[in-house]
């Protein structure tokens, strides 16, 4: 009979633990207070997409898409667009207008670049068992030095909102081939028939090759892929824009409107204000 009382004695303890406990649970998720998501940051009045100041200007937005030197689609891409500070746009416009004069149209790779696109690139290049896309954009260039020689950093000027990367398109403009994730990968820096056909004019290069051929002048590159880098860049810094001499591709309008700043908002068409 003891036995039996300390038993049934045991269970009731149990019992009342076990309410005690669903009580104090419950009363916690009544008043513990639940976490407000932060909203995405948004770019300045004086950002634009450009598609607004010249919608002539074509768009081939490589970091919202698998085909980069990653391989996949860059953290902080929300939208194939291009955003720039205001000054940057209208200078490109006013390109853009004598490249179609001379029967060219301008096409953009990248603009602004949020530095959470900046981090991803660092934790990609960290990461040296991923070489995916080593075929197309870093054939000759080993990993690991990609710090040190500089294709990768912490910051970019991309982030300051005013640097963007682009070329020259043939008017009429061809059809743009689509890159299927998986597809036999072509060396960057191979003759232009034989590089990913991206309906570009032929700058001895493809975009974003990690090779010392995309220096802008470098004495290798003659002909017509020298008179067509020299064509780019000699129209964009008639209009403010100066190139950056190890990419081809690659300019920023000067003066820069925040030449210190690095922002990190979303590229999506909510970060800029209409």
Not at 110 to 138: G, H, I, S
Request: charged letters at 20%; aromatic letters at 10%.
């Amino acid at each position: 009979a003891t036995m039996a009382r300390e038993c049934c004695n045991e269970e009731m303890a149990n019992r009342f633990t076990q309410a005690a406990l669903a009580l104090v649970t419950a009363a916690a998720a009544v008043t513990a207070p639940v976490a407000s998501a932060q909203p995405q940051p948004t770019a300045p009045p004086d950002f634009v997409s450009l598609s607004d100041v010249d919608p002539s200007i074509l768009m081939d937005i490589r970091y919202d898409t698998p085909h980069n030197f990653t391989g996949d689609p860059v953290d902080g891409y929300h939208a194939p667009m291009c955003i720039l500070t205001r000054p940057a746009a209208e200078a490109l416009s006013r390109a853009q207008r004598e490249f179609l004069e001379q029967g060219y149209t301008l096409k953009v790779y990248d603009c602004y670049r949020p530095q959470r696109a900046v981090n991803d690139f660092v934790t990609w290049a960290n990461n040296l068992f991923d070489q995916r896309m080593k075929a197309e954009f870093y054939p000759r260039v080993d990993k690991t030095q990609l710090f040190a020689d500089g294709y990768i950093a912490e910051q970019s000027g991309h982030s300051r909102g005013s640097t963007v990367d682009l070329t020259l398109v043939a008017l009429p403009a061809a059809p743009e081939p689509t890159y299927v994730p998986g597809q036999p990968l072509v060396d960057c820096a191979a003759p232009a028939p034989d590089r990913f056909a991206d309906n570009t004019i032929d700058m001895g290069t493809g975009y974003d090759c990690f090779d010392t051929l995309a220096h802008t002048l470098d004495p290798r590159v003659q002909g017509d892929q020298l008179k067509n880098r020299l064509l780019l860049k000699d129209g964009l810094e008639k209009q403010g824009l100066q190139n950056y001499e190890n990419e081809w591709w690659h300019f920023t309008f000067k003066p820069e409107t925040y030449p210190e700043t690095y922002f990190d908002f979303p590229v999506d068409p909510s970060s800029v204000v209409r």
